[in-house]
């Protein structure tokens, strides 16, 4: 490095940076040499490199992590995010199975590319800790293990979860806690405690499908709430929503949404919770990526800001410990005699072996570990994501920035259809999840889901690539 006077040392250190991200020695999400490091190498101070690299955070070329470093970031404008949509004037019913159905053959298939699954774990396996865990249960626990379990789950582990809910301050008798086959029959039993066939539902928009079909099964319609790609649901459009529809109750993603990946500020939970609970509305929180989370420090559960009991908390561990478990939970409060009673109804009881295989998981401090590496591992794979779709896609792609999760959310040009393109996408061993069913009211034609929680590879780049071309080819015959 020259030390002349034409340029500021820690300039010149910002440019050495951008070399290396231009030839590709550098690619986001990857850590940047540190400070001490990069200083020996170059022969200048420790506080240049850090002025560098301070400057280039300003510039948002990188990120500084608490505790861990400096990581490359894909650069993309805020004029880059997808747009607000309009609100839906009246609720709908939903009708979204046949495609849904499409898109879980698609995404199983063994011979694609899962880019429409979203499932973070396979980015950083837990099964190793998980299988001895299991393996040292079954040696203590004997043929108690393959028993039925209590019906509304095994007493340790709903222990585990009230202790983990007091690290917000909020107090949790393991009574209230029903333990479910995954958040689906969480919400499936929230849902039926609050509102019946015929009631309007809130639900995001855009909402994961999943949640739509529940809706459509239980007969219930959905209102769309538009969802903000970096804060969640609009307010404004909730508050008038409710001064102008029967709305029973409300599905939302209060910490990191899915599709979109945003991220609701715990200040703005807080106000959603007093909102609804000025009109008496329950709020039924679908919590499953809430460790999974990119910001500073984990959102608080909206169960912590309300004053009526009218929040129920559906989560699991699917998304950050062992999707096939199906172990999940609901926080139901004053709900819970009338959840444990559904729960009775519809299923008796959630596997035992893998309810205390998860508690011990949890004890050991196994869990935490894993989702520690986890979020540091799907981070820097939503940087990579995010770069590829800017390189690959058409001009005039716009693509959210999640704030956790382990999923992109990408607005196409005017003419682009993804529903088309999930077909030509599977002819190439490709799976995605085409707008259309995140939304009863096909709103999201021109968009998809695209999942960064796989092994990233070169093949998975390929394969971006590749969806790509497809988009671009597709836009061309359109115009």
């Keep these: 490095m020259s030390k002349d006077q034409e340029s500021f040392l820690y ?22 040499p540190s400070l001490r490091n990069l200083s020996a190498k170059l022969e200048v101070s420790v506080p240049t490199v850090k002025q560098a690299y301070i400057e280039l955070e300003r510039q948002g070329l990188v990120e500084a992590r608490p505790k861990s470093g400096y990581y490359l970031k894909a650069l993309q404008a805020e004029s880059a995010r997808p747009t607000r949509h309009s609100m839906t004037s009246k609720p709908v019913l939903v009708r979204k199975q046949s495609l849904i159905e499409q898109v879980y053959e698609g995404v199983h298939r063994p011979d694609c590319i899962p880019l429409g699954l979203a499932n973070p774990v396979m980015a950083h396996p837990s099964d190793k800790g998980l299988a001895r865990t299991m393996r040292r249960v079954m040696s203590t626990g004997g043929a108690k293990v393959m028993s039925y379990g ?12 009230a202790m983990r809910y007091l690290d917000f301050g909020l107090q949790v008798a393991p009574e209230e806690i029903t333990i479910t086959n995954g958040a689906q029959e969480a919400i499936a039993i929230a849902l039926q405690c609050v509102a019946q066939k015929g009631d309007v539902i809130a639900v995001e928009s855009p909402c994961y499908f999943g949640i739509l079909e529940l809706i459509e099964s239980l007969g219930m319609m959905a209102l769309e709430i538009p969802v903000c790609s970096d804060d969640g649901i609009w307010l404004d459009d909730l508050e008038q929503a409710l001064k102008t529809q029967n709305i029973k109750a409300c ?11 945003s991220y609701m500020p715990d200040c703005r939970r807080k106000r959603l919770v007093n909102i609804l609970e000025e009109h008496d509305v329950p709020l039924i929180e679908d919590d499953v990526y809430g460790d999974l989370y990119f910001t500073a420090q984990r959102g608080m559960p909206a169960q ?15 998304k950050t410990a062992a999707p096939g478990y199906r172990i999940g939970w609901i926080l139901a409060g004053k709900y ?12 008796c009881s959630s596997s035992l072996l893998n309810q205390w295989t998860l508690s011990e998981f949890i004890a050991s401090g196994d869990y935490d570990r894993n989702m520690h590496r986890l979020r540091q591992v799907l981070l820097c ?12 896609f058409p001009e005039n792609t716009r693509v959210s920035d999640p704030k956790g999760g382990a999923v992109v959310w990408v607005q196409l040009p005017d003419g682009s259809d993804t529903a088309e393109l999930f077909h030509l996408a599977l002819k190439n061993k490709i799976s995605i999840a085409p707008g259309a069913i995140f939304s ?15 092994p990233w590879n070169e093949r998975l780049e390929e394969a971006i690539a590749v969806l790509g071309q497809l988009a671009k080819e597709q836009l061309k015959k359109a115009q």
Excluded: W
């Excluded at 300039?11 to 940047?32: A, F």
């Excluded at 800001?305 to 929040?311: A, D, I, N, R, T």
């Excluded at 794979?381 to 690959?392: G, L, P």
């Design 11 to 32: 300039q010149q250190v910002i440019n050495l940076i951008r070399d290396m991200k231009l030839n590709g020695t550098l690619r986001p999400g990857d850590k940047l």
């Design 150 to 161: 209590p019906m509304d789950g095994f007493a340790p582990l709903k222990r585990q979860l």
């Design 251 to 261: 599905v939302f993603s209060s910490s990191i949404n899915n599709p979109v990946g």
């Design 304 to 318: 912590c800001f309300s004053e009526k009991g009218l929040v129920l908390t559906c989560a699991s561990f699917s």
């Design 336 to 347: 819970a005699p009338e959840v444990k009673r559904l729960k009775r109804a519809l299923s």
């Design 381 to 392: 794979n939503k940087e990579r994501m995010i770069a590829q779709v800017q390189q690959h």
């Design 440 to 454: 009863p009211t096909c709103k999201f034609n021109h968009c998809t889901r695209l999942s960064y929680g796989l």
